[in-house]
């Protein structure tokens, strides 16, 4: 069974663009959890999607956003990059009813020159 | 609001040492807890899992007990090799909710 996949694995930008990740879940998991990594920050949560709708965000500001497809894969954006954007950016996904153990996938790691 | 404290690393052992990991907790109710380690390079695996009090997670020779009355989750292996070197994270869970994660330990096994 595939795990949580998370692409591209490596994303380099410069200030002020855009970037775009993405996130495939397990097969029949239907929440999707977003965690910034920044290197001595520790692991800090961004936001949950479940079936389609934003339940929870960490405390980020709004340029951080995403969404939740039919299929349950998820984006997240990040818009008007700052440096100190660059950070590994990982995804878990979930099944509430299964006691919402959260597996993650191999991050994207984002680089803002 | 809940918090996970672990002890500070880094921390250096030789093969076949013990090792222990301290994690203590605080929060309200009843939270699921967790080990997640990172190797290099790579995201984080789920180690091990405990959901209720007195319950013992275990997995690939790593172990860990909810102790509710101490509020701890400390993870302990017998006899460690080169290849356990990663970052330990002690995380906890309540209900539909994020991870509450610990801010890591960093393992290294000398040979």
């Known amino acids: 069974e595939a795990g949580v996949t998370q692409s591209p694995t490596h994303l380099i930008k410069t200030r002020g663009q855009q970037a775009t990740l993405r996130c495939s879940p397990i097969?029949?998991?239907?929440?999707v959890y977003w965690y910034q990594q920044a290197l001595g920050l520790g692991l800090q949560f961004l936001l949950w999607?479940?079936?389609?709708?934003?339940?929870n965000r960490g405390n980020f500001p709004p340029r951080f956003s995403g969404r939740q497809f039919p299929n349950y894969s998820s984006e997240l954006n990040v818009n008007a990059l700052e440096l100190e954007d660059s950070a590994l950016y990982l995804c878990?996904?979930?099944?509430?009813?299964?006691?919402?153990?959260?597996?993650f996938g191999a991050g994207t790691r984002l680089s803002v020159l | 609001g809940n918090s996970v404290t672990q002890m500070e690393g880094p921390v250096t052992l030789s093969e076949e040492a013990f090792l222990t990991i301290n994690c203590t907790y605080t929060a309200t109710g009843y939270p699921s807890l967790f080990w997640y380690v990172q190797y290099p390079g790579e995201g984080l695996q789920l180690l091990l899992k405990?959901?209720?009090?007195?319950d013992k997670g275990s997995n690939k020779g790593f172990e860990a007990t909810y102790r509710k009355e101490t509020t701890s989750f400390h993870l302990e292996k017998g006899s460690v090799q080169v290849s356990d070197s990663a970052v330990y994270f002690c995380a906890l869970l309540q209900g539909a909710q994020k991870l509450v994660f610990g801010q890591g330990t960093r393992l290294t096994i000398n040979p």
């Open positions: 878990a996904s979930s099944l509430l009813s299964q006691g919402n153990i959260q597996y």
């Open positions: 097969s029949g998991h239907t929440s």
């Open positions: 999607y479940d079936e389609g709708e934003e339940r």
């Open positions: 405990a959901t209720k009090a007195d």
